[in-house]
Nanobody, 120 residues
Framework: QVQLVESGGGSVQAGGSLVLSCATS????????MAWYRQTPGKQRELVAK???????NYADSVKGRATISRENAANTIALQMNGVRSEDAGIYYC??????????????WGRGIPVLVSS
């Protein structure tokens, strides 16, 4: 079973920087879009940043100018760097990927989530 494995996160001081990484457990997969989502208690999971296979990016308004998402297609990995971390950036971050399983057919993959705590 293909897995997405997240790393990084933990406790970050407000104003500091955060780096999250995600890798697929099966390197032979062709991955289309990859993304990071965040979930906080009582709220729905929300998109933080997304990157297409050809490098087009999309960011939530709350992180624009502070976050950078990047990917290595050959390794099927993505990273999220966030500077100027704020208390509202805290939550569980989930890696997401669309694996190509056929022509115009995709299987959505999710990581288990990794917590980010922001301390003042």
């Amino acid at each position: 079973q293909v897995q997405l494995v997240e790393s990084g996160g933990g406790s970050v001081q407000a104003g500091g920087s955060l780096v999250l990484s995600c890798a697929t457990s099966e390197g032979s997969l062709i991955i289309s879009d990859m993304a990071w989502y965040r979930q906080t208690p009582g709220k729905q999971r929300e998109l933080v940043a997304k990157i297409s296979r050809d490098g087009n990016t999309n960011y939530a308004d709350s992180v624009k100018g502070r976050a950078t998402i990047s990917r290595e297609n050959a390794a099927n990995t993505i990273a999220l760097q966030m500077n100027g971390v704020r208390s509202e950036d805290a939550g569980i971050y989930y890696c997401n990927a669309d694996a190509v399983v056929g022509q115009n057919q995709y299987r959505e993959l999710w990581g288990r989530g990794i917590p980010v705590l922001v301390s003042s």
